[in-house]
């Protein structure tokens, strides 16, 4: 989809606001006596960028390496990069002609993008090649290919991202924040956080940092498509220091309408990957909210500090998500840490359990203690009596044992749904799956769930992301 297709669709979903921007008014208005030549040269050029950046003390990946022209690629040591890096374009933009490689083969010494497949050298040197040519920069101009860190998704995002690296996109005017998204990779959009190619941009309340409508393509959605976890309610970790980043990028550029993306790295936190002198209108979808309305609010205010367009930020443009969003959306907001009550399906008798809230598990998972005291005593007893290792396998003999004690076990114990295998980081163990039933939060849930000895551990169950459903989660919340 194009970018012009991609504005008409925005227009027609909210047509009903007169705060629209439209691509007219938003290079008329505030793109030619905002974003003067020397400014759109800093943000269309990613190195110079970089440079300011780091002369500013403002966090960004770190350049490894540069290719600049023939000579420079002939020579290339390619053994001297790491074993994860992002090869990009220095004049690219819309994520064009960019390579992420998250680590490297020690048998065969080549290279694995982040979709696990390999690459040789000699497909780097092409692509470096058509970056030299100027086929992903902004005017087919010669460009320079350089390496740069890749960047590890923030553990809180992760589950929300496929393959790829979440950003967070804030506009920025007269040195207050007046907008902001965050953009999500997907199977579609082949890892790349690029709402044309079938990423998801989500509205974020200024406020709060706490997401709110999402958008794929041009069609308002509820659940992730890869996952079906839920998009509203994710609070974005250093959201105060994400918006400071944005105006300081905005104080020591002097790109007067900016688009500031930024990434959290899961080590390093919030790092600026790139401006934008041009950015997009899209966000306004996700925001269900014009531009228009929201800059001409903050045109001609006195702003002297970053601290003071961060307060002018959350005063007028934050809702009050953290007040409304369970009546918004009909959904319980819980946080990582809960309490429970599991349920006895024969005495109705329950126990409370503290819980952990884990969306980058699938299933609930209960230890060998719970399941007892809600009278799953005989299948720990049955499980444990089968003659076979249980945990720390590797996959192949998993599979097999799987294949052949589940059905034994389903005729032998008929309270046994199947067993089912559980990847770890130790290699894999096999689960007995059961039903139980148990409350969180006022609300009742019937599910199937693994029973897993979890001995030494603080919380003697976590509830997956099959059962999460009918929650928002807020990583704040205690």
């Known amino acids: 989809m194009s970018i012009s297709s991609y504005f008409q669709d925005a227009v027609s979903i909210l047509s009903d606001n007169d705060d629209i921007l439209g691509l007219n008014e938003r290079n008329l208005m505030f793109l030619r006596p905002n974003n003067k030549r020397r400014a759109r040269k ?60 998250s680590g490297k083969s020690n048998k065969t010494g080549l290279f694995i993008k982040t979709d696990g497949r390999r690459v040789e050298p000699a497909e780097l040197k092409e692509r470096v090649l ?19 860190q890749k960047v590890t998704t923030h553990h809180s995002l992760a589950p929300y991202a496929y393959k790829g690296v979440p950003d967070i996109r804030v506009i920025v005017y007269n040195k207050v924040p007046v907008m902001a998204e965050l953009r999500l990779p997907t199977k579609a959009s082949d890892g790349k956080a690029n709402l044309h190619r079938g990423g998801i941009i989500v509205g974020i309340d200024m406020a709060s940092g706490t997401t709110t409508t999402a958008v794929q393509y041009d069609n308002i959605i509820e659940y992730h498509p890869d996952n079906d976890m839920i998009l509203s309610g994710i609070r974005i970790p250093y959201w105060d ?26 080590v ?74 599991f349920m006895n399906f024969l005495t109705n008798e329950s126990i409370d359990a503290k819980v952990k809230i884990d969306t980058g598990a699938t299933l609930t998972t209960i230890n060998y203690d719970i399941a007892e005291k809600i009278g799953l005593s005989s299948i720990v007893d049955y499980f444990n009596n089968l003659p076979f290792e249980k945990r720390n396998l590797d996959r192949d003999e998993a599979y097999l044992l799987r294949k052949k004690w ?54 003697p169950a976590i509830i997956g992301k099959k059962d999460l459903k009918r929650f928002l989660i807020d990583i704040t919340k205690k």
């Open 130 to 148: 058509r970056i030299l040519d100027g086929e992903y920069s902004l005017r087919n101009e010669a460009d320079t290919a350089f390496f740069e």
């Open 268 to 341: 390093y936190g919030p790092m600026v990957m790139e401006l934008n002198a041009r950015p997009g209108l899209g966000i306004q979808i996700a925001n269900q909210d014009g531009l228009k309305g929201r800059l001409n609010r903050v045109k001609g205010l006195k702003i002297k500090t970053m601290n003071r367009g961060v307060n002018v930020a959350k005063s007028l443009f934050g809702g009050d998500i953290e007040e409304s969003i369970e009546e918004i959306s009909g959904k319980q907001v819980i946080g990582i840490e809960e309490k429970a009550k």
């Open 42 to 101: 800093i943000a269309d050029n990613k190195l110079i960028t970089k440079k300011i950046l780091v002369k500013n003390q403002i966090a960004t990946p770190k350049i490894i390496s540069q290719i600049r022209n023939i000579e420079d690629l002939e020579s290339f040591d390619w053994h001297s990069l790491p074993k994860s890096f992002a090869l990009k374009p220095k004049n690219g933009y819309e994520g064009r002609g960019i390579i992420v490689i």
């Open 241 to 266: 220091k994400i918006l400071e980043l944005s105006v300081k990028c905005q104080m020591v550029t002097g790109i007067g309408f900016l688009g500031a993306d930024i990434v959290i790295d899961d």
């Open 406 to 459: 589940s059905k034994i076990a389903r005729t032998e114990n008929p309270n046994i749904q199947r067993l089912i295998i559980i990847k770890a980081s130790n290699g894999v163990t096999i689960r007995p799956l059961v039903k139980i039933k148990f409350e969180m939060s006022g609300l009742i849930i019937e599910t199937k769930a693994t029973i897993e000895e979890r001995e030494g551990l603080t919380f």
